[in-house]
Structure formats: structure tokens, C-alpha cells
């Protein structure tokens, strides 16, 4: 997948491009361009993403408890099971890519293997293919051709009369909320994803454990969520030093408020059993 950071430097491209064709035409060439790249990048990440982050496919040869945790998550959710690489990495991480159920692929770090017990390791696994149940993928392409196209969209302005300085400011503004809007759509995705995830294992409390356990430092943890916007569909951080507000200009949630949420959500499934052993 392409990232926000990718995704501007693209637009800028179609930019240059465009003047030094002429718009609207080259306008028109760099917005095709664009939603060609991503297209591309969209329909082979299922292969194209664990090979840019060294990993390595790995069978119930080779990684037996890993691979059985996916197939038993995979057959609850329905789906086939996808293809499973681990990178060799002491960071703790894991990402989901591909396109559609058919083509999938879950990535886990080395030191996500080992911080982590089995059943914390099934709760990170199912966050994971909940972003391939709900097409994740897709929606970060959607979104972000959507928003190249808006940011393309000023270059009309000397067009309609209103001038270069204002035709700038409008790019800016353009390009602002087209970033805004992505990572908007990356923080409601991961939140998404853990209920989903949550409710396919039924154990919300195993993925707030693993977010707990699994510390990175603050500076590292910014550097992850705004570098990898649409390949790192999966970060842990140490922030647990209460609730705050989620940073409109990250991808992430606050691991905080991430488990705040599926603490509540454990409690709603504790509450809907206890009613049931009630009836």
C-alpha cells in the first residue's frame, strides 16, 4: 500500500507534471498516473508487502503454534486462511495486506513472537485479519485516490479566474484534508478492527494485554504511526499514562484509549453472557 507521506509526494509529482504539460491535460495524465500506481500497488500487496519488509513465508513446518492459530481464526471468521511471513525484527509489530479474502497476507515481527503468550498472540492475529474481513485495504485505497483527486482539484483555479496565490491556498487546504481524511479513516479503522477482532476470538481482554505488555518508546511509537499510515495496520505503544485525545495527525489510536474501549467491550460480552445464564 502507498502511505499518506507517498501519497502527497505522488500528488506533488502529478503537480510538476501537469504544469509542464499543461493543464488541464497534464492535470488529467497526473490524476490517471496517480490511480494507476495505486491501483497496481493495491492489487499485489497481498505479495508486494511482506516482500518490501524482508519476511519470510513461513507452514506449520516451520511455525507450527502460529500457523494453527490462524487456521482455527480463519475458519471462525469463515475465510481462507491467509499467507503468513514473519520478518526478523526485535520491534514488536504486525500488518495485515492484501485485497480481498482470496489475497491476504499477515506479517508478525520476531519480537512480537516473543513478548507475547499464546493466547495475546491470537489477539493480535485476530485484530490482523479483522482488517482482511472488513477490506481494510481496500478503503485506504479508496480513500486515498480520493484524495489525491481532491488535492488535484485546485489546479483548475487559474481556469476559473481565481488566480495563482488563491489557487495555492487552495491546494494546501486540499492536500491538508486529504491527509486529515486518511488518517481519520486509519484511526476509525483500528478501532473497528478490534471489536471485530475481539468478538471473533471472544476474548477482547487477550488484545488489551498484548497492547499493555508490549512497550515501545513514545518518540519511537510517533515515528511508526506517521511513517507506515497504510502498511502498519497493526502498532503498539507504551503510552499508558491515561486517556487523552487521539492526535488528528496520526494514524493510530492512543494504545490507551484502545484499551479502554475493548475494556468496555469485555465488559458488554461479560454483562450479554451473564443475562444469558439469567433467561
Not at 484524495?147 to 492536500?175: C, D, E, K, R, T
Not at 490507551?256 to 465488559?267: F, G, H, K, M, P
Request: some cysteine.
Amino acid at each position: 500500500m502507498i502511505s499518506a507521506t507517498s501519497a502527497i509526494m505522488l500528488v506533488l509529482l502529478a503537480l510538476v507534471v501537469g504544469y509542464a504539460i499543461g493543464a488541464p491535460l497534464g492535470v488529467i495524465i497526473g490524476l490517471v498516473s496517480t490511480a494507476a500506481t495505486k491501483l497496481f500497488s493495491f492489487w499485489n500487496d497481498h505479495e508486494l508487502a511482506p516482500k518490501r519488509r524482508g519476511g519470510r513465508e513461513v507452514d506449520a513446518g516451520s511455525a507450527p503454534q502460529l500457523v494453527a492459530i490462524l487456521n482455527e481464526l480463519s475458519q471462525r471468521a469463515a475465510i481462507p486462511t491467509p499467507r503468513l511471513y514473519v520478518i526478523d525484527s526485535p520491534r514488536a509489530n504486525a500488518t495485515a495486506a492484501g485485497r480481498d479474502h482470496r489475497h491476504a497476507s499477515i506479517c508478525v515481527t520476531t519480537g512480537l513472537l516473543h513478548a507475547l503468550t499464546r493466547d495475546e498472540l491470537a489477539g493480535v492475529l485476530s485484530h490482523e485479519l479483522a482488517h482482511v474481513l472488513r477490506r481494510s485495504a481496500l478503503t485506504k485505497t479508496a480513500a486515498s485516490t480520493l484524495g489525491a483527486a481532491i488535492s488535484l482539484l485546485p489546479l483548475f483555479g487559474p481556469f476559473l479566474g481565481l488566480g495563482i496565490g488563491l489557487s495555492l491556498l487552495l491546494l494546501f487546504i486540499a492536500l491538508l484534508v486529504a491527509v486529515l481524511g486518511q488518517l481519520a479513516i486509519g484511526r476509525a479503522g483500528e478501532y473497528a478492527a478490534d471489536e471485530c477482532g475481539a468478538r471473533l476470538i471472544g476474548r477482547p481482554d487477550a488484545l488489551a494485554a498484548a497492547l499493555r505488555l508490549v512497550s515501545t518508546d513514545d518518540a519511537d511509537f510517533d515515528a511508526v504511526a506517521n511513517s507506515q499510515v497504510a502498511t502498519a495496520l497493526l502498532a503498539f505503544g507504551k503510552r499508558l499514562v491515561g486517556p487523552r485525545r487521539d492526535n488528528p495527525f496520526s494514524a493510530y489510536p492512543l494504545p490507551t484509549n484502545r484499551i479502554a474501549a475493548l475494556e468496555r467491550l469485555s465488559r458488554e460480552m461479560g454483562s450479554a453472557v451473564d443475562e444469558f445464564r439469567k433467561s
